[in-house]
């Protein structure tokens, strides 16, 4: 054998999902040795069918990074040093105790960030961390984003996480708001290969208009590119629904015995005309009527908004309006429309349509008394209840996989409540603009030492499709399961060296006695000691996805269901086994009280005052007001300590149309500063005629220049940090999601 054959030899390929965005396209990894040499996309993955984008050809810069923590950090004499797993965790139980014991677990605050949605064991973990935590402060990603559509899913059919997702390959006319997937590979939505998909639209006769105040990578493959004003979404949607009632066009379909409450929204868009909102929108009348005309005429239509029409003032009035067009025009829950997924890994409901319903508000915040939604608090809240002193303050924090210091409005406040805890800790892999004030920071092994299955994105796929593969090296150190296993005996009061078996063992039984339990909607009669002489040999994430598998609507039954899905015949198809589109689950999935889809909630009707006293009151003149950006080479703030998706010019600036560039004496490539009610930047002008007039633009989760980090690319490319301008104080009251986009700045030239 040459020196070249035996070169190749040596190679290993593994088949993955890539973790770093919502749209789970499939990896070929080619590993030599414990170096990642080549990633590519997986041309057999009959999901992704070999796309990849930028950020997932870097895994292995990622799984390398020197940055990248392999052990534990524990504050010593005011300085994070290296420590043993078992010193971290004694620190944990000492620092905790004393906070917990003078002040209650009241003080105690969790904070959850999305990258936990992309690992298998955080999505097994995280409820057992939360309950563990034992206090009502828990906070997430959820009210920085998609919120809005928890609390409308809720409302109207009755399960908060049944998102309606646009069955993009199979649709004819897709009004697409607020999302850049061309840029983002989809949110809400696990679509890999986007780009591919909306391209493959025109072939079938499909038509799709972008509604957005930014000429996007996806508005510029767009048939159609309608220009809006920030924040005005819901108004021209209502306008849109306002429509299809003057001109008779709206048309339920087969759902309609199911659907209450279409005379209470005929009355709430009374007022909503086309030409009253075009003022405050910017797009005419006779443009909006054509819209509603090509929406409800098409053959199978669907109405898709995201990040850019739920982080707004009106985020959750504006997800209603977008279900009531999708439900008025006959295209929910149908094949090209907007359905809801099926993943495998879950039970499917064929029963009698009717439920406990869905309930926010349970319990308030201390300070400002918001509302919880899905459990939570508003993320633009936190600070507020870092800082006001008295019964309950948050004195101590745990983070699980997320940079607040960036990612939350106000940012500035913020980090200087983080400076002021008791005890804070961290589970993540970066020293970061938050991580830096930890007491002791736990960090994941790499996601290529872990076993891989897309539990969390199945849930708003297309397709009903599952993979799943072993880890691509061996872990160094203890694996995730373990460290969330023990943090969560610690907070329990078990002690810092408690065997994380412990847990493992319980939620195994847990699951188990769901699965045997007749309320629970069990079909067969199992035993249990059949179930765990099946699992043997697993680890124990290995068990409980097995249990979701096996028990799912695809799985095996233990042997009962021929044919059916198991972990271990998964494992024998390294590409991933596609199950099929999206099928019809309404009026089954309904869990409203009523049974029906109840579309004048009283909470959204109660809120929809806010939406009609800002009609009557807006003559349309607005300041500039400021929107984020997506870019393909960037997800989160912690993707910027990868030098390939970093490098080259800057993209961290400011993009300013050149009308509004010469009225204020801004030149492209010289210095602004940006000011809000909430802070102030200065940051690099880019002109460009993308931007709408009266609109400017600047991409989140940079500003990597405070002292403390340890991201030394990142450190390199700082950029600024936008959240510095975002205002906590105004949030969308009804889902407590922040307000990022549509905020009202004023920009001067610096010399």
Not at 256 to 270: K, M, N, Q, S, Y
């Amino acid at each position: 054998m040459t020196p070249d054959q035996t070169a190749i030899a040596e190679i290993r390929t593994h088949y993955r999902t890539c973790p770093l965005c919502e749209a789970t396209c499939g990896l070929s990894i080619e590993v030599e040795g414990d170096r990642v040499v080549r990633v590519r996309g997986d041309k057999q993955d009959p999901f992704s069918r070999g796309f990849i984008c930028p950020k997932g050809s870097t895994l292995g810069e990622l799984h390398h990074d020197p940055d990248r923590l392999r052990g534990p950090l524990v504050r010593r004499n005011g300085r994070l040093e290296e420590a043993s797993w078992d010193e971290a965790f004694a620190a944990i139980e000492n620092g905790f105790g004393p906070v917990f014991e003078e002040h209650g677990r009241e003080s105690l605050a969790i904070l959850l960030g999305n990258p936990i949605t992309h690992h298998l064991a955080p999505a097994l973990y995280v409820g057992s961390l939360v309950r563990a935590c034992a206090t009502r402060n828990v906070y997430s990603a959820s009210t920085l984003d998609q919120m809005p559509q928890h609390a409308v899913s809720g409302l109207l059919w009755g399960d908060p996480n049944a998102f309606p997702i646009p069955d993009i390959d199979r649709t004819d006319h897709l009004l697409m708001l607020g999302a850049n997937p061309m840029a983002s590979n989809g949110s809400l939505i696990t679509a890999p290969d986007f780009p591919g998909r909306l391209k493959e639209m025109p072939a079938r006769g499909g038509r799709l208009v972008v509604v957005d105040p930014r000429r996007t990578e996806t508005a510029v493959r767009a048939d159609e590119h309608l220009f809006i004003k920030p924040g005005t979404d819901v108004f021209w949607l209502a306008a849109l629904v306002h429509t299809l009632f003057e001109e008779d066009l709206a048309s339920v379909g087969r759902l309609e015995p199911f659907v209450d409450g279409v005379d209470e929204i005929r009355e709430l868009v009374a007022g909503f005309t086309p030409e009253r909102v075009a003022g405050i929108c910017g797009i005419d009348a006779e443009t909006t009527r054509r819209q509603a005309r090509a929406l409800s005429g098409a053959a199978a239509g669907a109405v898709y908004g995201r990040v850019g029409n739920h982080t707004v003032e009106f985020g959750t009035a504006t997800a209603w309006m977008a279900a009531i067009l999708n439900i008025l025009t006959g295209n929910f829950d149908r094949p090209g429309g907007v359905m809801t997924s099926s993943p495998i890994a879950s039970r499917v409901d064929d029963g009698e349509p009717g439920g406990r319903g869905y309930r926010l508000g349970r319990w308030k915040s201390r300070v400002s008394a918001h509302p919880e939604v899905n459990g939570e608090f508003p993320a633009a809240s936190l600070a507020e209840e870092m800082e006001t002193g008295g019964k309950g303050q948050v004195r101590a924090v745990v983070t699980v996989a997320t940079n607040p210091v960036r990612s939350y409005p106000n940012s500035e406040r913020l980090d200087r409540a983080f400076a002021e805890l008791d005890f804070y800790v961290a589970f993540d892999i970066y020293v970061n603009e938050t991580t830096r004030h930890a007491d002791v920071i736990l960090p994941a092994p790499s996601t290529l030492e872990e076993e891989a299955y897309e539990l969390t994105f199945m849930v708003n796929a297309i397709r009903s499709f599952a993979k799943y593969a072993k880890p691509v090296f061996e872990r160094k150190g203890p694996s995730e399961a373990d460290i969330f296993a023990r943090l969560v005996l610690v907070l329990r009061g078990e002690g810092a060296t408690a065997d994380p078996v412990i847990l493992h063992d319980e939620l195994v039984e847990d699951a188990v006695g769901r699965m045997l339990d007749p309320s629970k909607g069990a079909e067969v009669d199992l035993e249990r000691e059949e179930i765990m002489a099946a699992l043997e040999g697993l680890s124990p994430v290995e068990k409980l996805l097995d249990l979701k598998l096996r028990s799912g609507w695809q799985g095996d039954l233990f042997g009962r269901r021929s044919g059916g899905v198991s972990l271990e015949k998964l494992a024998k198809h390294p590409h991933g086994v596609d199950f099929g589109p999206m099928v019809e689950r309404f009026p089954e999935r309904l869990k409203t009280e009523s049974g029906k889809f109840e579309l004048a909630s009283p909470v959204l009707v109660e809120d929809w005052a806010r939406v009609r006293a800002r009609l009557e009151s807006s003559d349309g003149e607005e300041g500039l007001l400021l929107i984020g950006r997506r870019h393909v080479r960037s997800n989160n703030s912690w993707m910027h300590n990868v030098e390939t998706l970093v490098s080259g010019r800057s993209r961290c600036t400011l993009l300013v149309h050149p009308e509004d560039a010469k009225r204020l004496g801004l030149a492209n490539g010289g210095l602004s500063e940006i000011r809000s009610r909430a802070g102030s930047l200065r940051v690099e002008v880019e002109t460009s005629e993308e931007m709408m007039p009266g609109v400017v633009s600047l991409p989140h989760g940079w500003g990597h220049d405070v002292e403390g980090i340890r991201m030394s690319v990142a450190a390199d490319h700082a950029g600024v940090a936008s959240n510095v301008l975002t205002d906590d104080g105004i949030i969308d009251t009804a889902s407590g999601n922040a307000v990022l986009n549509g905020i009202p700045v004023e920009v001067t030239a610096i010399a």
